[in-house]
């Protein structure tokens, strides 16, 4: 086959959760859809995910709408069985929600019960996701799972980015991140030999309209000088999807225009 066409996702069924999402989850979904995969995106508002699905549908992709709460261990249960009924299996899990619960203010400012919340929710929400969907892949001896990390599931923070500005960084996102990156090498190593690839994407900050003063020190002290934007992340999900990636599990990329070099 030639390497082009190996990059193609024609006949594969995708789930992004959160992939309706207005920041990485569309790009993640599009990306997909754009490779020939039919894209599902679930998140916990049914209409968000139907009205975007249309649209995408309008744009000439094949894309679904469903809902889940990724917190919620039988709302992902019941987004299983509605995947099987409606499209028969699953190819490609993308896990790009975050339920971001007790993600404020920083470590002085968090409970034990927020940090507990936060893990209950995320790293929970990961684990039901996969217990939910591997069984199905693992019989068929074929599927991918891609999660989505960032670069502080690599590095700190570096708190003079955010000086002069209201904004944030909650220890609680870091801890989950770098959980899910080594949660992945476990799938890697543990389903490897069932045909179950799973590899992680930690992207850089995404221009959100954040604080002009965080702006300019993030670009200044990124080597691509900028922050990282829509198109930036379609390429490695779709490479990490598909076959041209048949030999790499376990991997985390970076689409973080260089920032863990420093
Ligand atoms: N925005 C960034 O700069 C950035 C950088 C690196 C990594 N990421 C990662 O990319 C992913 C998407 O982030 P984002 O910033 O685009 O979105 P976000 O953080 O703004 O929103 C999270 C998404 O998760 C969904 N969600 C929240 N709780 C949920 C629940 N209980 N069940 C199901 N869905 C739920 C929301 O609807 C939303 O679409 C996250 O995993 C995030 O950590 C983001």
Known sequence: MKILDRFSLRGRIALVTA???????????????????????????????????????DSGWDAHGLQVDICDAGSIQKLREEILRQFGRLDILVNSALARDGHAGGLADQTAEQCLRSAAGDFAGLFEMCNAFLPDMVERRKGCVINISSIYGVVSNDPGLYAGTTMKQPPTYNFVKAGMVNFTRYLACYYGKMGIRANCISPGGYFNNQ????????????????????????????????????????????????????
């Open 19 to 57: 992939g309706a999402g207005p920041q990485f989850g569309s790009s993640l979904s599009e990306g997909l859809a754009e490779a020939g995969a039919t894209v599902i995106t679930a998140s916990r508002s049914l209409e968000t995910n139907l009205e975007f699905a249309r649209k995408m549908r």
């Open 211 to 262: 604080p002009q003063p965080f702006l300019e020190r993030y670009c200044e002290r990124v080597p691509v000088g900028r922050m990282l934007e829509n198109d930036d992340i379609k390429g490695a999900v779709v490479f990490l999807a598909s076959d041209a990636s048949e030999y790499v599990n376990g991997h985390n990329l970076m689409v973080d225009g260089g920032w863990t070099c420093l």
